[in-house]
């Protein structure tokens, strides 16, 4: 399978600060990007739909102010937790993927999140 | 009425035992299925996709898809400790590119 790097791994910060997750595809160009959120014991939750140069796409219920994503190149994306609050702690996993292939769409391995 | 339904578990079966997993989905409109592990504090990884309903094997997994009941089944035989996963299985449909996850299954394999 491909891989899919993300950074960090792991942060914890504070309250009402703002943190950045990269996520970078290493062996592919990606056209695609996904952006998942998966809570303790809980399944992935899509939160957004990015494509190379454009804006990207929110699920419903995901604030787009305060999740920001850019997709700047075809192997690098960044997720921008803004304001972090402790209802954020989750764990974020990217998935950069070629346009609609089902097999080809992989998953990074996930940034744990604590906001304190 | 969630989109895909997975009994969340947890599982535990005894090394060697044959594992069913399942899940039933809503919508007839989704055409490819999916089976992914993930390992604890990991991103998840794709063990097996199918399209067509029947049976596609992969060494000691087997996956079902039954369209006409909307039922998916993933299969491990001579199940190993290193299995012990959670099991999340999947939708995807050609007029859509997410996927939309099952709430997944805990599994623990005793030694």
């Known amino acids: 399978g491909a891989v899919v790097s993300q950074h960090p791994s792991r942060v914890i910060c504070k309250s009402g600060t703002s943190v950045k997750i990269e996520c970078r595809s290493l062996?592919?160009?990606?056209?695609?990007m996904f952006w998942y959120r998966q809570f303790p014991k809980q399944s992935l939750m899509l939160m957004a739909t990015?494509?190379?140069?454009?804006?990207?796409?929110?699920e419903q219920g995901v604030e787009k102010d305060k999740f920001l994503i850019n997709h700047a190149s075809l192997t690098l994306s960044t997720l921008t937790v803004t304001s972090a609050h402790p209802e954020d702690s989750s764990f974020y996993i990217c998935s950069p993927a070629l346009a609609d292939a089902q097999d080809t769409q992989y998953f990074g391995p996930g940034t744990r999140l604590t906001v304190l | 009425q969630k989109e895909v339904e997975q009994d969340p578990g947890p599982l535990s079966v005894p090394e060697g035992a044959i594992v069913s997993l399942n899940c039933t989905y809503s919508?007839?409109?989704?055409?490819?299925f999916m089976w992914y592990r993930q390992y604890s504090r990991k991103g998840p990884e794709l063990l097996m996709y199918t399209y067509s309903s029947g049976n596609k094997e992969d060494g000691r997994f087997t996956a079902q898809v039954d369209k006409s009941s909307k039922y998916i089944s993933l299969f491990i035989r001579d199940s190993q400790p290193s299995d012990s996963a959670t099991y999340l299985c999947a939708r995807w449909g050609s007029s859509a590119s997410k996927i939309i996850f099952g709430s997944g299954t805990r599994l623990s394999i005793r030694p």
């Open positions: 990015s494509n190379e140069g454009s804006k990207a796409t929110y």
């Open positions: 919508n007839s409109a989704f055409q490819y």
């Open positions: 062996d592919f160009q990606a056209t695609t």
